[in-house]
Structure formats: C-alpha cells, structure tokens
Nanobody
Framework: VQLVESGGGLVQPGGSLRLSCTHS????????MSWYRQAPGKQRDMVAL???????NYADSVKGRFTISRDNAKNTVYLQMNSLKPEDSADYYC??????????????WGQGTQVTVSS
C-alpha cells in the first residue's frame, strides 16, 4: 500500500486548504484513515480520523474548522482545513490502519505534505 498526499502549501491566517491522500490498494474501504501532523520539535499528533464505517473524530484544536471525508470510489481521503491559524503549521501525514480478524495490525504512512500558515 502506498499513500500519496497532496494539497499542502503556504496560506495566510484565516485561509483554507484541502489536503488529499490517495491510497494505492484495492481495498481502501476497509481501512480507518487518519490525518496526523507534526511541527518541528514536537510529536506527531492525530488531527482527524474517519473510520471504515464512516465515523469521524477530531482533535479538540481543529473541531469546527477541519473536516475529514473519504471517497471510497476514488481511494481518497480529504482534509478540508478552514480558518487556518499559524499554529496549524506542520507537516501533515496520512495514515491507513486496519486490524484483521487475527488482530494483526496494518499501518501505512504517507510521505507528508507541508502546511505553512503565515502572513
């Protein structure tokens, strides 16, 4: 499985960006898909999650501003980011996670895309 992110860039505070992550596998729909971010010198934290069944969860810091969605027909997960703040600046990573019936866990990461929020 390969995950390829796109959509990062430089945006002014208050602006918007949409990140995309395309999954190369043929069974994308079984994976829980997440977006994480990591700022320089900080740990990688989860930003948003959409489960295989469509349930969603967000970090408190982005609730009401970010929206995660998935299109199983396109093997793609999106992160719509609105009202961006300088503290949202980070490298954003896509994650695909699946636990099989034997409880073996599959975890895949993209290469990351940089988001910079600055005037």
């Amino acid at each position: 499985v390969q995950l390829v992110e796109s959509g990062g860039g430089l945006v002014q505070p208050g602006g918007s960006l949409r990140l995309s992550c395309t999954h190369s596998g043929s069974i994308f729909s079984i994976y829980d898909m997440s977006w994480y971010r990591q700022a320089p010198g900080k740990q990688r934290d989860m930003v948003a999650l959409v489960t295989a069944r469509g349930g969603k969860n967000y970090a408190d810091s982005v609730k009401g501003r970010f929206t995660i969605s998935r299109d199983n027909a396109k093997n793609t997960v999106y992160l719509q980011m609105n009202s961006l703040k300088p503290e949202d600046s980070a490298d954003y990573y896509c994650n695909a996670h699946y636990t099989d019936p034997s409880d073996f866990e599959y975890d895949f990461w993209g290469q990351g895309t940089q988001v910079t929020v600055s005037s």
